[in-house]
């Protein structure tokens, strides 16, 4: 009896000190990362524990391990934590060294080239829907309703010959005809030297295609023309250059536009400044711009002199006067004098140059009333250019004799109204003049003083 206690008691010693050098040992592995299974035993089960420890139960006394296992009846208790060695292990080998991941956004994908497409941009093509003849009086006219020559008809409402509507239609080939007078549907005459030419123009309005606010074609027009020989006939009868009656009833009414410039030595140019020194020559020319008239002259009729823009300021210094008698050269024994006239609508004159007595600014201003007859008519008492030199009158256009006026009165002649429809005037004035004292003339005078 007493030996058989004691050998078991041996044996659970035996088995505790197993149990506590294999407790020890577990330690040891779990704190490095380690873990080794022992055959026949089983890690405690339970929640892990933090990585690298391991939770275990108190050790138990010899009574304790005697009694049979009581359920645990403190349901308020946390259980306790235990690791799983496999899951440390596993988790320390995560936290390890990794290598750098390389990584780029992915390229996008390009898209394919388009083989070269063969295009050429369609050129236009003259439509040729106007034709035209020009008759002895008047002008035919014939306009095809396709005038784009797209295809697309035009309502005869929308084609027209100066604002003058169609006269006849030929519904089968789609065309429209206009006849009007040389002079009609808002004709325009312009003269040439040689030549007579009536303009008219063919429109043809953008509408609306069918009760739609829409259009596929914009507005167009055609010009026209008529050419007629001055000189030549174009019937039995020849057109003479008879013009002064038209002229007279027909100057009055038309617009002119009359200028006075300054120009440069040769004439060519308008002269850019309007700087002078005493005793300089200051070539002036006038004209005129017709439109639509038989040639006309232009006359020089008066011209004054002011140091101020006034032309009734006193002092004033006349400088042509009496119809067109250029007095400076006769009273000053100056240069000044009308060239001769070798254009109708050109009057080229030569003053020189001079200031106004005790005034310090040589500020000369002058201004002419400008005046047109029919180029046709022969000069006379009232139409003339006339310069004094060599003691006597010259005309820059016509016989001298018209001139013999200039040292009278060169009066209206009797029976004639000065208001008559034949002329037509304006008053026009040169820029300002500056008029200065020639350097070397003044460095020469003190020389000699």
Same mark, same amino acid.
Not at 116 to 144: I, L, N
Not at 295 to 302: A, M
């Given at each position: 009896?007493?030996?058989?206690q004691?050998? &078991?008691?041996l044996l659970?010693?035996?088995l505790?000190?197993f149990?506590?050098a ?6 040891t592995?779990?704190?490095s990362g380690?873990?080794r ?8 089960l ?19 391990r ?8 403190q349901p308020d ?5 235990h690791h799983?060695? %496999?899951?440390?292990q596993?988790?320390?080998q995560?936290?390890g060294?990794?290598?750098?991941? @390389?990584?780029r ?13 063969p295009?050429?941009?369609r050129e ?9 003849e ?7 006219v014939?306009?095809?309703q396709?005038f784009y020559?797209?295809?697309l ?7 027209t010959?100066?604002?003058c509507?169609?006269s006849?239609?030929d ?6 005809m206009?006849q ?5 549907c808002n004709s325009?005459?312009?003269? @040439?030297?040689?030549?007579?030419i009536?303009s008219?123009v063919?429109?043809a309005?953008?509408?609306? !295609?069918?009760?739609?606010?829409i259009?596929?074609?914009? *507005?167009?027009?055609?010009n026209?023309?008529c050419? #007629?020989?001055r ?7 020849a !057109?003479?250059?008879t ?5 007279? $009833?027909?100057?009055?009414e ?6 006075l410039?300054?120009?440069t030595?040769?004439?060519? #140019? ?8 005493l ?8 004209? %005129?711009?017709?439109f ?6 232009v006359?020089?009729e ?6 101020i823009p006034d032309?009734?300021?006193v ?5 042509i006067?009496?119809?067109?008698c ?5 009273? $000053?024994g100056?240069?000044?004098?009308? &060239? ?10 030569q ?9 310090n600014?040589?500020v000369? #201003? ?7 007859t029919?180029?046709?008519a022969p000069?006379?008492a009232e ?12 005309a820059?256009? *016509?016989?001298?004799q018209?001139c013999?006026?200039?040292d009278?009165s060169?009066?209206?002649?009797? *029976?004639r109204?000065?208001s008559?429809?034949e002329?037509?005037?304006e008053r026009?004035?040169?820029r300002p ?6 350097p070397f003339d ?8």
């Amino acid at each position: 009896m007493g030996l058989g206690q004691a050998g &078991m008691w041996l044996l659970i010693f035996a088995l505790m000190a197993f149990c506590e050098a294999q407790r020890r040992t577990w330690k040891t592995e779990g704190a490095s990362g380690a873990f080794r299974a022992v055959p026949g035993l089983q890690p405690p089960l339970g929640r892990p524990a933090p990585a690298g420890q391991w939770s275990q139960s108190p050790a138990l006394t010899n009574d304790e391990r005697m009694k049979p296992h009581q359920p645990n009846h403190q349901p308020d208790c946390p259980p306790s934590v235990h690791h799983d060695p %496999v899951e440390v292990q596993f988790q320390q080998q995560l936290q390890g060294p990794v290598e750098k991941v @390389t990584w780029r956004f992915p390229q996008v994908p390009l898209k394919p080239a388009e083989p070269p497409v063969p295009f050429q941009m369609r050129e236009p093509v003259p439509a040729d829907s106007v034709a035209v003849e020009c008759g002895e009086k008047g002008v035919y006219v014939e306009v095809k309703q396709d005038f784009y020559g797209t295809g697309l008809l035009l309502m005869p409402s929308a084609i027209t010959l100066g604002g003058c509507g169609p006269s006849g239609q030929d519904v089968a080939a789609n065309v429209l005809m206009f006849q009007s007078e040389l002079q009609g549907c808002n004709s325009v005459l312009t003269m @040439t030297e040689d030549e007579l030419i009536y303009s008219f123009v063919v429109s043809a309005a953008a509408e609306p !295609l069918s009760d739609t606010p829409i259009i596929r074609e914009d *507005g167009a027009s055609v010009n026209i023309e008529c050419h #007629y020989l001055r000189k030549k006939n174009v019937s039995s009868n020849a !057109l003479l250059p008879t013009w002064i009656p038209y002229a007279a $009833t027909e100057v009055a009414e038309e617009q002119l536009i009359f200028s006075l410039r300054l120009m440069t030595d040769d004439w060519k #140019y308008e002269r850019p400044s309007s700087q002078y020194y005493l005793g300089d020559v200051i070539n002036i020319e006038a004209s %005129v711009i017709q439109f639509n008239h038989v040639p006309l002259r232009v006359l020089v009729e008066s011209c004054v002199a002011t140091p101020i823009p006034d032309v009734n300021s006193v002092p004033s210094y006349s400088v042509i006067e009496n119809h067109g008698c250029l007095v400076d050269a006769k009273r $000053t024994g100056s240069c000044s004098q009308f &060239m001769p006239q070798d254009q109708d609508d050109k009057l080229q004159f030569q003053l020189e140059a001079f200031r106004f007595y005790q005034d310090n600014s040589g500020v000369v #201003y002058i201004t002419c009333y400008l005046m047109v007859t029919e180029a046709s008519a022969p000069s006379d008492a009232e139409n003339k250019a006339c310069s004094y030199s060599f003691n006597r009158w010259t005309a820059a256009f *016509g016989d001298d004799q018209v001139c013999g006026c200039c040292d009278t009165s060169c009066s209206l002649r009797k *029976g004639r109204d000065v208001s008559s429809e034949e002329l037509q005037m304006e008053r026009i004035s040169l820029r300002p003049l500056f008029i200065e004292e020639d350097p070397f003339d003044a460095d020469e005078l003190n020389r000699k003083k």
